[in-house]
C-alpha cells in the first residue's frame, strides 16, 4: 500500500469520526515543547515543538479516541563554521486511544499509543541558492502525562511523548548531475507544557 493510500485512509477515518467529539466528553488541549530527535539531525535535533490533541468518549469509557497534530521546526546559521543556513521541520498527525483512568478527581493522568502520518523537510541555503526535500512516512506514537482540572473545565498539565518506526530519505544534489540521499531516522522524544479545556465528566 502506498504511502498516499494509507494516508488517504487515516484522514477519512478521522474525518468519520470526528461528529462523534460533538455527543461525548472529552478534552481539546495544546501543547507547546520540545521535540529532540537523534543524531541524524543535528545540529537541527533540538525543535521547538507546538500540538494539538482532542480526545472524546462516553463518561463510562474508561479510553477515548483521540487524534492531534504538532509540527516542529528549527533554523540554524553558519553551520560547522560554514555560510550555510539550515532549516529542518517535522509533522506529525496522529490517531489513537487514550486511557484516563480517573476522571472525577482534579488531578487526571493518562497514557496513550497509536498510529502517525509523519512529514519531514529540509531546506539549505547560502549566497541566495537553496536546495531542499521533503518526505513521508508512517510510524506510531507514545505519550503520556497528567492533567488538573482547575474549575469545571481548565486543563493544566505536562505531556511526554515518543514516536517511532519512521525514516527519511533526503536528496542532495551535487555538481555533474550526481545526487546523494541521506536517510534520517525520525523517531523523537518530545516534552511539553499542556493547556486546554473538557467537556463532559
Do not use: C
Amino acid at each position: 500500500m502506498s504511502r498516499n493510500v494509507q494516508a488517504a485512509i487515516l484522514v477519512l477515518l478521522l474525518a468519520a469520526l470526528a461528529p462523534i467529539a460533538a455527543l461525548a466528553g472529552g478534552n481539546a488541549n495544546f501543547t507547546i515543547g520540545q521535540r529532540d530527535l537523534g543524531s541524524d539531525w543535528d545540529p537541527l535535533d533540538g525543535q521547538l515543538m507546538f500540538g494539538a490533541v482532542v480526545d472524546w468518549g462516553a463518561d463510562d469509557w474508561p479510553v477515548h479516541l483521540a487524534w492531534g497534530l504538532n509540527v516542529s521546526a528549527d533554523t540554524q546559521d553558519n553551520v560547522y563554521g560554514s555560510s550555510v543556513e539550515f532549516t529542518a521541520a517535522y509533522a506529525e498527525i496522529s490517531f489513537g486511544v487514550l486511557w484516563l483512568p480517573i476522571k472525577d478527581k482534579s488531578i487526571r493522568p493518562y497514557l496513550g499509543a497509536g498510529i502517525a502520518g509523519v512529514s519531514a523537510a529540509y531546506e539549505a541555503e547560502a549566497f541566495g541558492v537553496s536546495i531542499d526535500d521533503d518526505d513521508q512516512d508512517f510510524g506510531y506514537y507514545l505519550n503520556g502525562g497528567v492533567y488538573w482540572r482547575l474549575g469545571p473545565r481548565f486543563n493544566l498539565g505536562v505531556d511526554l511523548r515518543y514516536g517511532g518506526g519512521t525514516e527519511f530519505d533526503f536528496t542532495f544534489p551535487f555538481e555533474d548531475e550526481f545526487e546523494e540521499t541521506f536517510r534520517a531516522d525520525g523517531g523523537y522524544f518530545a516534552y511539553s507544557l499542556l493547556l486546554g479545556f473538557g467537556w463532559g465528566k
